[in-house]
RNA sequence: GGAGAGAUGGCUGAGUGGUUUAAGGCGCACGCCUGGAAAGCGUGAGUACCUAAACAGUACCGGGGGUUCGAAUCCCCCUCUCUCCUCCA
């Protein structure tokens, strides 16, 4: 959420960062403002008449105990009407405020100063590129090829079980899943000083609000009902990433400064209902309504934001560099990226059979506009409730890293030979038929 | 699913309509004392809104509503937590 307080007072910088996201959200400023005016107006009117009413009260007491009766009366009387009058601006004051917070929370956070300006996807900058697309003697197969020829995923019996986007991983197709998983949570723990958690799969409303997926992305979410009872629709839903319970782990609360820099890793499947989403329906497993993620959260001071988001980008990097697959990195233009975000770095790996990149790691701060949204603060050195930054990235997402894993390091026998760094975690060097 | 208990500040814990500005304790910070420390004594400290700013004002005792001049306290609704029973991996 934005700073009510920022868009008071530095309006012309709001709006002129907003436009550049390219949403028309800057013309919801002025409606903001002038709710947050009237509240602000009314406020100050009902505090005054409460401040009378406390102060009579308080008199009204103190003849009761001296037993001065008849004077009491006297003033009852006097302010017996000051209620309503404060009930009825009470309310307007609560109005005010309701409309008010409706449409800020529907504002996108605002880009950081260093986000190139454009207005799709064809203007992010690439920042670097690792190794480069390998040469192949032979036309590389799709993943769909190889996953059926070695038995890795059933396409066809996954619809059956579940419906399109879904996946059924068999053989060394779930062996190889749960390895990648495996060594994900042990590079970032061991090396990248990140703390494990395995969170809950499904979360409540408020942490869906927290981390900015609702209200407005509320259709790509799968709600969960409890048994017949269809009331309780809306409670719980299936978590889109990690990123949603475990940047809420530490809502409503005020850390330590000393506590910070707080660095999370957690393995969760990742359920989008993807309504609407181009290539949904298309068969392979470039877009899934189930796939597994690893993330990587981080709450740190203002001041070390950014610096720790260039190492978490490191530390996704590090995934594909190990698994000796080509990638390039590119930073989110303002027109591309996400509502929570002030800043994105995307990485995007090479796969040879689909003959094109695709999107494993986002990264992103969110600077406050997490926090603000969650209640989460930490108390400086000062002793200053402030609030901190929450960065979250993918390191990385599984189904696409399976499917250039399997892409890139293919043999000209149809076999999948395998990264050294992952064979202790598969128990196999290459995967082949039979 | 059944029965019961509970939710108060950083923690603990009192408070059943008004000099409560939420007692007391623990913990914390600072000071005195000391060669230094402990103990002891003293002082201080919640969160947010509002305001140009304030030692001004307002709100906050799980959440929402009601009664009243006045609610932590009385009434209604809701949420959550815990204990026991039942069932279950």
């Excluded at 530095?10 to 002038?34: F, I, N, P």
């Excluded at 009407?81 to 405020?97: F, S, T």
């Excluded at 530490?250 to 820099?261: F, V």
Aim: proline share 4%.
């Amino acid at each position: 959420m934005l700073d009510i307080k920022q868009i008071r007072e530095q309006t012309e910088y709001v709006r002129e960062r907003l436009s550049l996201r390219g949403g028309g959200d800057e013309k919801k400023l002025e409606e903001v403002m002038a709710h947050d005016e009237a509240r602000r107006k009314g406020l100050a009117e009902v505090e005054q008449f409460k401040a009378l009413r406390n102060r009579v009260s308080k008199e009204i007491g103190a003849l009761m105990g001296q037993k001065k009766v008849q004077e009491a009366e006297e003033k009852k009387k006097e302010t017996r009407d000051i209620g309503d009058k404060i009930a009825a601006l009470d309310k307007l004051v609560a109005e005010a405020e309701e409309k008010r917070d409706e449409i800020l929370i529907r504002l996108p956070n605002l880009p950081h100063s260093s986000v190139a300006i454009g207005k799709s996807a064809e203007d992010n900058p690439e920042i670097r590129v690792f190794s480069q697309k390998q040469a192949y003697t032979f036309k590389p197969r799709t993943h769909i090829e190889l996953c059926e020829s070695l038995k890795l995923i059933d396409f066809n019996r996954a619809t059956k079980i579940s419906g399109s986007g879904f996946l059924l991983y068999t053989h060394w197709g779930a062996k190889l899943e749960r390895a990648l998983i495996q060594f994900l949570l042990d590079l970032h723990t061991e090396q990248h000083q990140y703390v494990e958690v395995s969170p809950p799969f499904i979360v409540n409303r408020e942490s869906m609000t927290g981390v900015g997926q609702f209200p407005k992305f509320l259709d790509q979410a799968y709600a969960v009902q409890e048994g017949l009872d269809g009331s309780t629709v809306g409670k719980l839903y299936l978590v889109p990433t990690a990123e949603a319970p475990v940047a809420n782990i530490h809502r409503d609360e005020i850390l330590p400064e000393a506590q910070m820099p707080i660095r999370y890793c957690a393995y969760s499947p990742c359920f989008r209902a993807e309504a609407g989403a181009a290539g949904l329906g298309t068969r392979g497993m470039i877009r899934v309504h189930q796939f597994d993620k690893v993330e990587l959260i981080k709450i740190v001071t203002p001041e070390t934001g950014y610096e720790e988001l260039e190492k978490m980008v490191l530390n996704a990097e590090k995934v594909l560099q190990l698994l000796d697959l080509h990638y390039r990195v590119i930073n989110l233009c303002t027109g591309d990226m996400g509502f929570a975000s002030a800043k994105t770095y995307d990485i995007e790996v090479w796969a040879p059979g689909q003959n094109q990149y695709l999107e494993v790691s986002s990264c992103s701060n969110c600077e406050d506009f997490q926090a603000r949204r969650m209640n989460l603060k930490f108390k400086n050195s000062q002793g200053e409730n402030k609030y901190p930054h929450i960065l979250n990235g993918s390191g990385t997402a599984l189904a696409r890293l399976f499917v250039a894993l399997v892409e890139t390091h293919q043999q000209p026998d149809g076999s999948i030979k395998i990264p050294p760094i992952l064979q202790p975690y598969l128990k196999a060097d290459s995967i082949r038929a039979n």
